[in-house]
């Protein structure tokens, strides 16, 4: 399911980048802004992401659908140890099996320069990408643990990540191609043959979600100690 998960979230991430990126589509010429276009994908995926949450195999594996996300959860005591590994495992075969799928239908479309198998790139520098996908991913990590903690509110959980991922896509992708997930960036890597400023991939999103999931952790301590 975890799997599966990732990989209709590449399926549809590629789609929407051919559509909305690629000059032979209509967007391009009716939508000249690129902000307005990024907005439109971020909408897309914010409502895809939302919509996987909460479809039937997200309520049953948690849709996790990172690595990252998942071992700030192990890290948690949320999930076992022999379970995070099957679930990053198959992040990170449903990642690249979504890309491929998409390649082998539309590998002329996803080649091209603006649309580049949606590889994330840091275009703003290295050391500006490590630090945005950092606070995105502390962020990300943060509301969704916040919302956790409420019965009341964990049910808009989904809602809020959806929204946080939209946000991102339109206003951050610029500067690291927005990433926060390591089966996602590599992914699209070894179909755009482009791996530079990977390690960025796969150490700031696992940082900030385990640096903001151990906060949480001596919280929840301090508070137990203080009862």
């Known amino acids: 399911m975890e799997a599966a998960l990732l990989a209709a979230f590449m399926i549809a991430a590629n789609l929407l980048a051919i559509l909305l990126f690629h000059p032979q589509f209509t967007a391009v010429h009716v939508l000249p802004s690129e902000l307005a276009r990024r907005a439109l994908m971020g909408l897309a995926m914010g409502l895809t992401c939302v ?4 479809s039937p195999f997200g309520r049953r594996s948690g849709a996790h ?7 700030a959860l ?23 099996a979504g890309v491929a799928a ?3 239908a539309a590998r002329q479309y996803l080649s091209h320069a603006h649309v580049n198998h949606v590889a994330t790139l840091p275009s703003a520098g290295i050391c500006t990408a490590w630090i945005a996908e950092l606070v995105m991913s502390a962020l990300l990590m943060t509301v969704v643990l916040l919302l956790a903690t409420s019965d009341r509110t964990m049910r808009y959980a989904g809602i809020a990540a959806g929204v946080l991922v939209g946000l991102f896509i339109t206003f951050e992708a610029p500067i690291s191609g927005m990433s926060l997930n390591p089966a996602r960036s590599l ?7 482009d791996c530079h ?3 960025i991939y796969f150490t700031a999103p696992p940082i900030g979600m385990l640096l903001v999931a151990a906060s949480f952790r001596a919280a929840s301590k301090e508070h137990a100690r203080t009862l």
């Not at 659908?65 to 071992?71: H, I, S």
């Not at 992914?187 to 043959?193: E, H, K, V």
């Open 197 to 199: 400023g990977l390690w």
């Open 102 to 104: 998409m390649d082998a």
């Open 187 to 193: 992914a699209s890597a070894l179909f755009a043959g």
């Open 51 to 54: 919509m996987l949450v909460y």
């Open 74 to 96: 192990w890290s948690l005591a949320k999930v076992r140890g022999r379970d995070a590994a099957g679930y990053i495992a198959a992040q990170f075969i449903g990642g690249a």
């Open 65 to 71: 659908m990172n690595p990252a996300f998942t071992l």
